[in-house]
């Protein structure tokens, strides 16, 4: 059962702080996660380590022996919208009004650091507010300075560019409606994941089109190889599917986007218990790389504007 999302649980919220001799170093970075639907801001970047009867519950974005010390020159913080769209406080949503809270969030949290460089962590739905959070940015950037230009890397989990095709959206309405009224059903945020969406589909091709700049930022996708019971999400009835395709989970299919498979369901991929799992260790080489390249990307991308202005 996803715990409730409250107004204390959404925006942006500091897990790790970057240590105060890096703060003002080239090498500091700002790290961003997103959650996807129906998950909770926190809760969605934990897994048990522990045992049924003992739980353990890490969230390896701020666990001191994962992400804080894979990148221990990084702020590392979590974005928290509400996303419920079936049951108690089911929300009207979609991706643009997400995004526009994010930007809004980020202008914010950055006012002193603008121009840091800024890598993404997306899961799902979370993935694609990341995009149009990043070409509105891009069409506006004195209105959000530094936000695009600064980006230097994204790392998408189950992100479903060409749509989730493991439950249609009548089959999940029709589920939600037989367990709960239909004033408890919003079924709006639903619409993007469609396979076939217009939004989408422009959503896609329009940030597919500002990978021909030059210094684009590094993109790391990662598909899951189980399948997932997206039945029991709303309803009784077992349904097991996959939800997000390798040829949708990929942003494209040229050498720019790194790709990388993962031995997990689609609800249990952007979670990670131990620094020695496999999984987590590949996400640490993307992190560190990303990382590595971000001072370098960035003062390539200015010096390009400067000297074309």
């Avoid at 003992?54 to 590392?76: C, D, G």
């Avoid at 149009?132 to 506006?140: I, S, V």
């Avoid at 009784?236 to 040829?247: A, G, L, P, Q, W």
Wanted: overall charge negative.
């Amino acid at each position: 059962m996803v715990r409730p999302v409250t107004e204390h649980d959404t925006g942006i919220k500091v897990l790790c702080e970057a240590p105060t001799e890096a703060a003002q170093s080239v090498e500091c970075v700002d790290i961003v996660a997103i959650h996807g639907i129906g998950a909770h801001p926190d809760d969605s970047w934990c897994k048990n380590a522990g045992t049924t009867e003992t739980p353990q519950w890490v969230n390896w974005l701020e666990a001191e022996n994962m992400l804080p010390a894979v990148a221990p020159n990084a702020r590392i913080m979590r974005y928290g919208y509400e996303s419920q769209w079936f049951g108690e406080g089911a929300m009207r949503q979609k991706a643009s009004t997400v995004a526009k809270r994010l930007l809004l969030a980020l202008r914010r949290e950055r006012k002193g650091y603008p121009y840091r460089p800024l890598v993404f962590i997306a899961h799902c739905f979370g993935g694609l507010v990341v995009l149009k959070a990043l070409l509105d940015a891009r069409h506006a950037p004195d209105e959000w300075p530094g936000i695009y230009a600064s980006t230097t890397g994204l790392i998408f989990f189950g992100t479903p560019f060409r749509g989730a095709e493991g439950m249609s959206q009548m089959e999940m309405l029709e589920a939600a409606r037989r367990e709960y009224e239909e004033d408890m059903v919003q079924p709006y945020i639903l619409n993007i994941l469609e396979p076939g969406n217009e939004f989408l589909q422009e959503l896609v091709d329009q940030f597919g089109k500002t990978r021909q700049e030059a210094n684009k930022a590094a993109v790391a996708c990662f598909y899951e190889l189980k399948s997932s019971n997206v039945g029991k999400i709303v309803g009784r009835e077992d349904r097991i599917r996959f939800v997000v395709s390798e040829s949708s989970g990929c942003l494209d299919l040229s050498d720019a986007t790194n790709k990388f498979s993962l031995s997990r369901s689609h609800f249990d991929m952007n979670k990670f218990g131990k620094p020695t799992e496999e999984d987590f260790q590949t996400l640490k080489d993307v992190v560190q790389a990303m990382i590595e390249e971000s001072p370098g990307l960035v003062a390539a991308r200015y010096k390009c504007t400067y000297s074309t202005s």
